[in-house]
């Protein structure tokens, strides 16, 4: 009985100073290696997923041009001509003043504004095509390159 005793007792003086070892925490070295790490991807992963944010900006921006299209052309079946540049997008929800053959509403919700707040910009007749349907883009002035370009329906 007293050898099984003694390995108790060892057991237990092994286990309790294997448990009070590990449960010392991090050393300030370990932290910074780990901070580090954590900085160096963070610097890696930061840019490439703000320059997925622009585009996907851009891709709704077309998106949008894209969905507003479709219902102009459906306005322009019923009533045989596009809104007038004065009627703009809003004759696409609410009947024109003298509009009979109008059938609308052409959208489930008013026109959205663009991905960056501003509304698009409607002109009937158009100069580049029958008519003209156009963001600014981020930077909300005409032409620019990247981020900043037109999006237009030409």
Same mark, same amino acid.
């Given at each position: 009985?007293?050898?099984?005793?003694?390995?108790?007792?060892?057991?237990?003086?092994?286990?309790?100073?294997?448990?009070?070892?590990?449960?010392?925490?991090?050393?300030?070295?370990?932290?910074?290696?780990?901070?580090?790490?954590?900085?160096?991807?963070?610097?890696?992963?930061? +840019?490439?997923?703000?320059?997925? =944010?622009? $585009?996907?900006?851009?891709?709704?921006?077309?998106?949008?041009?894209? @969905?507003?299209? %479709?219902?102009?052309?459906?306005?322009?079946?019923?009533?045989?001509?596009?809104?007038?540049?004065?009627?703009?997008?809003?004759?696409?929800?609410?009947?024109?003043?003298?509009?009979?053959?109008?059938?609308?509403?052409?959208?489930?919700?008013?026109?959205?504004?663009? +991905?960056?707040?501003?509304?698009? =910009?409607? $002109?009937?007749?158009?100069?580049?095509?029958?008519?003209?349907?156009? @963001?600014?883009? %981020?930077?909300?002035?005409?032409?620019?390159?990247?981020?900043?370009?037109?999006?237009?329906?030409?």
């Amino acid at each position: 009985m007293s050898k099984s005793r003694n390995t108790k007792r060892r057991y237990w003086l092994v286990s309790h100073r294997f448990c009070r070892y590990n449960a010392r925490g991090f050393t300030l070295l370990e932290l910074l290696v780990v901070m580090v790490i954590i900085g160096l991807l963070a610097g890696y992963v930061a +840019p490439k997923y703000f320059s997925q =944010v622009g $585009k996907s900006e851009v891709k709704v921006a077309q998106a949008q041009i894209d @969905s507003l299209e %479709k219902a102009l052309d459906q306005y322009r079946l019923d009533t045989g001509h596009y809104p007038a540049t004065e009627q703009g997008l809003v004759a696409l929800m609410n009947r024109p003043a003298n509009e009979p053959k109008w059938q609308g509403p052409y959208l489930k919700k008013a026109a959205p504004p663009d +991905p960056w707040g501003r509304p698009y =910009v409607y $002109k009937y007749p158009g100069e580049r095509g029958e008519y003209d349907l156009y @963001s600014y883009g %981020k930077d909300g002035q005409p032409g620019g390159t990247g981020e900043a370009a037109d999006i237009t329906n030409w």
